[in-house]
């Protein structure tokens, strides 16, 4: 059974960070492509980030780029996404997505491919 669970969501002040984690079991993680998404309360998905298997590629949407940096451990069979300079409007449900083939973030967020998990909530708010 394929499982990917998200950990390391909370309650933060604005300009604040947190690391969002994702575990991964079930499929080979190394041939996996990695993605973040969010979804926002009342709002649509809207893709976040993505990472190639190797590490090598990434993609941020614009409005996080520059403050969120996707990273993964094939090792540990994890991915991150590390949130710094949090804003009110990052405040959603994030969740991770693997694929074994590359999806542009609005083919992911349209068609959902892959596996996905259930998602940890950030809160950002003073």
């Known amino acids: 059974e394929v499982q990917l669970v998200e950990s390391g969501g909370g309650l933060v002040q604005p300009g604040g960070s947190l690391r969002l984690s994702c575990a991964v079991s079930?499929?080979?993680?190394?041939?996996?492509?990695m993605y973040w998404v969010r979804q926002a309360p009342g709002k649509g998905l809207e893709w976040v980030s993505t990472?190639?298997?190797?590490?090598?590629?990434?993609y941020y949407a614009e409005s996080v780029k520059g403050r969120f940096t996707i990273s993964r451990d094939n090792a540990k069979n994890t991915v991150y996404l590390q949130m710094n300079s949090l804003k009110p409007e990052d405040t959603a449900v994030y969740s991770c997505v693997g694929s074994s083939k590359y999806h542009g973030g609005a083919y992911i967020v349209a068609l959902r491919p892959g596996y996905w998990g259930q998602g940890t909530q950030v809160t950002v708010s003073s």
């Open positions: 079930g499929l080979t993680f190394s041939e996996y492509w």
């Open positions: 990472i190639d298997t190797g590490s090598i590629t990434t």
